[in-house]
């Protein structure tokens, strides 16, 4: 673990608050309170065929306890309040087969599930928290985890983790494939059933995901089609209102079978896709390599293993990405701006493992502190505020029906600081600041960045390494250019007769200015991320009169 990286500094003057307002992914329903989603070509609508945007957390309830984690911490509606005030519409809640499947687990209760696994403390913590909860059974406790978030307005993705409770996964743990020895495809059959005809009548749950992570020696292509499309139809039929999600192959890191042969389905407009994409599963590039090739590669490598099926027509749901929130694991960091880059750019779906700030017990540790979750430890507060300022922007819908009736532009945005190029309303010069007031840009087929509503170009002085708005936009000094693997290098075109070629690149306070590109030829570890900027298709209203 290296020190805590530098840029979090220029994040203090940040303009957004930890309580934001609800925004434009905001839930409609009907009068009587039912969310029902479906799917228009790539996006998620719902019934007036307005886009949703999903912007979840994962909240795991499918460890040895078979307990939502947190509710020896805090009193369920408080996490659930939680959750909105970190600006996530939607929970992906995992769940174990033997939830349904199991009578000697479904039986249990709280306390009972707890105490059998000598959870002393957190029974305990339960009687005080939630005490409505302690001689509840365990489905019983789970469906008030659901209620409890749809009083908070809050969308629910219930996602089948695992067959038998416990931490997942591995390729050997008997849980990975049809057929391994945990796995009987009859009786996923029968839990999906029964789990979808428990939330029918739940409003707020608006998707199943039919198994997590597919994986090792059994998996195969034939055996896929054949079990998702009877998971599919029963899941349908026995709850007609929720989205289908299908996770890939390798750990859900690959659908590429998809460009071959589509699933098939009785239905329509329920199917999504879901796929995963953590930092260490791209094999140390994120450590080792220079980070304007590895982003570059790994995202071409991402649009084959999945990002195509947006282009077929699918909604793609990257249900489950994560990093040490606390910002201290360089790779994880470096990881996160390429993520983040690629999340703006497809306007993914998504959802952050993980909510829980600890577990009961995970792989036999006690009160274990989820590093990758967005709470503290205690379950009291975001483990790291600064961290969801960063991703507050791609929490909300750049793009989709019924936002597209205004005019689309183009958004500049930087993904280390999670922020948009726009122009300081105090002195005029180009500066960082929120996505949620944001200006309209358009990079024009001449290379000029100008900023629509009010003709000014992005100006470069090589001379002095600054950037500032001009109307004379013409010259060469205000051309720009991507340039590198990565393709989010801006470089002034001006500078290209020179030995160095200047970028845009982020100093004290948000302010931009010109600096030797990063990272371009270097073979080996490199960090160029204070100059990435990806220009993003946006519909959201441009609030340049505000400027
Ligand atoms: C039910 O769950 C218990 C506890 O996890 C386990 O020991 C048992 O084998 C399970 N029964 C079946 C039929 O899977
Ligand atoms: C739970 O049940 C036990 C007896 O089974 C009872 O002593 C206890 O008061 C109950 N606790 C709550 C919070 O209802
Ligand atoms: C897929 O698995 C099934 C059952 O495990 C097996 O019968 C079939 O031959 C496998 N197909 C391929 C292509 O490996
Ligand atoms: C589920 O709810 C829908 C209405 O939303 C209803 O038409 C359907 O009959 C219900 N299905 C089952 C299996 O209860
Ligand atoms: C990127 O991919 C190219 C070829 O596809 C390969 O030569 C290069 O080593 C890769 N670079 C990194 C950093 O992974
Ligand atoms: C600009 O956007 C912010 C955030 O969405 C909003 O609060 C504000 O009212 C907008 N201002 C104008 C002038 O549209
Ligand atoms: C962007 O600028 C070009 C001129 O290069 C113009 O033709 C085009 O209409 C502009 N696009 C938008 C969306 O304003
Ligand atoms: C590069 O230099 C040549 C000769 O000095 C000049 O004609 C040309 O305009 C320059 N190009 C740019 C992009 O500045
Ligand atoms: C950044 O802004 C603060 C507060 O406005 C100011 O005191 C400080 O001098 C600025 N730093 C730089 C390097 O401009
Ligand atoms: C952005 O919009 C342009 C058309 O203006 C389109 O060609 C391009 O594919 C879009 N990119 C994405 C990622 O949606």
Redesign the pocket.
């Given at each position: 673990m290296g020190p805590p990286s530098s840029f979090f500094l220029f994040l203090l003057?940040f303009p957004l608050l930890f309580l934001h307002p609800d925004q434009t992914t905001a839930i409609s329903s009907d009068a009587g309170g039912r969310r029902v989603l479906s799917t228009s070509s790539r996006w998620i609508v719902d019934e007036s065929g307005r886009r949703v945007k999903l912007a979840c957390a994962n909240w795991a309830a499918h460890l040895e306890p078979v307990v939502a984690e947190g509710l020896g911490k805090q009193p369920v509606d408080v996490i659930a309040r939680s959750v909105r005030s970190m600006g996530f519409n939607c929970v992906r809640l995992t769940w174990p087969l033997y939830l349904a499947t199991n009578a000697s687990v479904a039986s249990l209760t709280v306390g009972e599930s707890l105490r059998r696994l000598g959870l002393v403390e957190s029974a305990a913590g339960v009687a005080v928290n939630n005490p409505q909860l302690l001689n509840a059974t365990l489905m019983e406790a789970f469906k008030e985890v659901v209620s409890a978030l749809g009083h908070k307005n809050i969308m629910v993705v219930l996602d089948n983790q695992i067959s038998t409770p416990g931490w997942c996964c591995s390729k050997f743990d008997g849980n990975g494939f049809f057929g391994d020895t945990y796995f009987d495809p009859d009786e996923w059959l029968e839990g999906l059933t029964i789990v979808a005809a428990i939330f029918n009548s739940s409003s707020n749950v608006v998707g199943m995901s039919l198994r997590n992570e597919l994986r090792g020696p059994r998996q195969n292509v034939t055996d896929w089609y054949r079990y998702m499309q009877r998971g599919a139809a029963a899941v349908h039929s026995a709850n007609p209102n929720v989205l289908i999600i299908l996770s890939g192959l390798d750990y859900d890191i690959t659908l590429s079978f998809l460009s071959k042969k589509q699933v098939e389905l009785t239905f329509k407009d329920k199917l999504v896709f879901e796929l995963h994409w953590y930092g260490f599963s791209d094999g140390g590039d994120w450590e080792n390599g220079n980070i304007n090739q590895v982003c570059g590669n790994i995202t071409r490598s991402i649009m084959n293993k999945g990002g195509f099926l947006l282009e077929q027509g699918w909604p793609l749901f990257l249900s489950e990405f994560g990093l040490d929130i606390r910002g201290n694991n360089p790779s994880d960091n470096r990881f996160l701006s390429c993520f983040l880059s690629v999340a703006a750019e497809l306007d993914l779906d998504w959802a952050i493992w993980a909510l829980q700030g600890s577990y009961y017990i995970r792989e036999g540790q006690l009160s274990f502190d989820e590093t990758y979750g967005v709470l503290s430890w205690d379950w009291c507060k975001p483990r790291n505020p600064d961290f969801l300022r960063r991703i507050s922007a791609i929490q909300s819908s750049f793009q989709g029906p019924s936002l597209s009736d205004i005019s689309p532009c183009k958004m500049l945005y930087h993904p280390l600081t999670g922020m948009c190029l726009q122009q300081s309303r105090l002195n005029g010069s180009p500066i960082l600041g929120s996505c949620a007031e944001h200006e309209a840009w358009n990079y024009t087929s001449e290379h000029e960045l100008i900023l629509k509503d009010k003709g000014l170009c992005l100006r470069a002085n090589d001379e002095a390494k600054k950037v500032n708005f001009g109307t004379s936009c013409k010259d060469s000094c205000s051309k720009w250019e991507f340039i590198s693997e990565s393709k989010m290098l801006l470089a002034s075109m001006t500078s290209k007769n020179g030995s160095n070629l200047l970028c845009l690149d982020i100093?004290?306070?948000n302010?931009i200015f010109l600096s030797c590109c990063k990272c371009l030829g270097e073979q080996g570890p490199c960090s160029a991320e204070s100059q990435w900027f990806k220009i993003i298709n946006s519909s959201r209203e441009s609030n340049a009169s505000f400027y």
């Open positions: 003057s100093g004290p306070n302010t």
